[in-house]
């Protein structure tokens, strides 16, 4: 027959949802273990690295996401001075955004002068 330290450690190898006697069990044990001292400081240690884990791991997807609203917003860029280029007449074939907004600008300029 198992001890009980030995059946609470077969049970958490489960990775089953711990059940409230179990709970109980590994806060019985904690307390025996650290002192009711040591045991709020333990519990608020837990509570800031859990929340520091969610804040992290949070950040990384909230930059994906600003990422990819990034490449969104270039792409528009891109296709707005394109468009913008085809209506003045500009061939856009094999040019790149920079060539292109030069293009437009001394476009632009020539048209002012005249």
Do not use: H, Y
């Not at 059946?7 to 179990?22: A, D, N, T, Y």
């Not at 969104?72 to 500009?90: D, M, P």
């Not at 920079?98 to 048209?111: F, Q, V, Y």
């Amino acid at each position: 027959m198992l001890s009980a330290v030995a059946q609470v450690s077969l049970k958490l190898m489960q990775f089953g949802p711990i059940g409230w006697s179990e709970l109980l069990l590994i806060i019985l044990i904690a307390l025996l273990l650290f002192g009711p001292r040591k045991l709020p400081e333990l519990a608020r240690s837990m509570g800031e690295a859990i929340n520091e884990f969610r804040r992290a791991s949070s950040g990384i997807t909230a930059s994906k996401e600003d990422r990819e609203r990034e490449k969104e917003k270039e792409l528009k860029k891109s296709s707005e001075i394109r468009q913008l280029a085809l209506s003045l007449g500009i061939d856009v074939t094999g040019k790149t955004d920079e060539e292109l907004m030069e293009e437009i600008k001394s476009l632009a300029k020539k048209e002012k002068s005249v």
